[in-house]
């Protein structure tokens, strides 16, 4: 298909903000306590926590730091992440549930500290977030998530209104969450990592590991050494076949655009239990509010791919549900999403220093900042007992696909 489409092909993110210009790898000889493989949202900050820590860390990634699924995001901070508690009080457990809201709730926390810390601009700004839909019959799920939440200690009630010009039915409201710039806070906290002794080797694609008390990893532009490996690149490079079917890959797109009305642009962040998935917040673009309006979630499918169709879908329904002024920017990202519906982060089974933080729902943002600290914890042999039901230990039982859940978001 090839149609001509609104906006400019690009995230705001990455439109805000100036491209990194990171050496590549050439020769090295440094043995590193880690290094971290992948530079979105976990690779930062695991090296940012590491190298603070004491941890002699190196950064790569096989492109630019923060241009792919972390640059892609519509950038909420949030554990309000689709109805998950229910189902995880009814599917894990209490404890397991209550872990999984209170690491996403302190990973809002650890951003705003960051940002204040190390005075970086991140555009972090508490606010509510939604979860709403348009079809009675969807109350009795919303009110039960109310409930479940509110037993594990998340600031969460039940309303009726929202404040968007759509069909409401009544929502899920969380308090006590943000939303930020995250090009602008992962870039500030990589310039502190390398002011503080860090090493960041851009266009750096690693290909192999050869473990050992020592391992080496192999990249196209050379080999690195290090005690521990942190593989943060999405789906792991080196020993992804434990993965299988235990993930799918959710694809994602999302709008910037500008409103005729100045007050039509909400306060709170919210997303849709119906179908097709919407959601939608504000943000600022040349000192002007700017609305993010994303959704038309699918599985993908190499043989079907065509973001062209959902793009138009979603500028189609924009102009519907707006008075839109005019449509800035538009951008997609991947996602692995895991049947269980809960992060995969630790060390590899068989390999107790190689970690790997993946499988965040499209929840990264909050979640990496909690399972980062954990490995690090780990890694300097205090683990957190709070992380082990997360951990790669779990791949050893059956296979957890199940067709039921694709569309589990």
Known sequence: ???????????????????TNYPKLTTDDTVYDLVVVGGGVTGVA???????????????????????????????LTSQHYLIYNYLIENQGEAVA??????????????????????????????????????PEKIDDIKREVEAAKSLGIAADYVERIELPLKSAGAIRFSHQAQFHPRKFLLGLAKVFVENGGMIYEQTEATDITPGEVHSITTKQGE????????ASGEPFWGNEIFKNRMWTKMSYALALTLKDPSAYPKGMYITTDEPMRTIRSAIYKS?????????????????????????????????????????????AGDNMPYDRMPYFGAMPDHPTIYVSTGYRAWGLAWA??????????????PAAWAKPFGLERLKDAPAENSNLHHSM
Not at 12 to 17: A, F, R, Y
């Open 46 to 76: 695991a090296a940012y926590q590491a190298q603070m820590r004491g941890l002699k860390t190196a950064l790569i990634d096989k492109s630019r730091l923060i241009e792919w699924t972390t640059g892609n995001t519509t950038a909420k």
């Open 224 to 231: 690195l050494r290090a005690r521990h490996i942190l593989q």
């Open 369 to 382: 900042m909690s399972a980062t600290e954990s490995i690090i914890d780990d890694i300097l042999g205090s």
């Open 98 to 135: 209550r872990s999984y809201a209170e690491a996403n709730q302190k990973g809002i926390d650890m951003v705003a500290m960051l940002s204040k810390k190390h005075q970086i601009e991140s555009e972090f700004t508490p606010t509510d977030a939604y979860v709403y839909t348009a079809k």
């Open 1 to 19: 298909m090839t149609t001509s489409l609104e906006g400019k092909d690009v995230s705001l993110w990455v439109e805000t903000t100036e491209q």
């Open 288 to 332: 002007r509010p700017v609305l993010i309006f994303g959704g038309e979630s699918h599985e993908y499918s190499e043989s079907s791919f065509d973001p062209e169709l959902h793009y138009k879908n979603l500028i189609d329904d924009a102009h519907r549900s707006y008075d839109v002024e005019e449509i800035l920017f538009r951008w997609l």
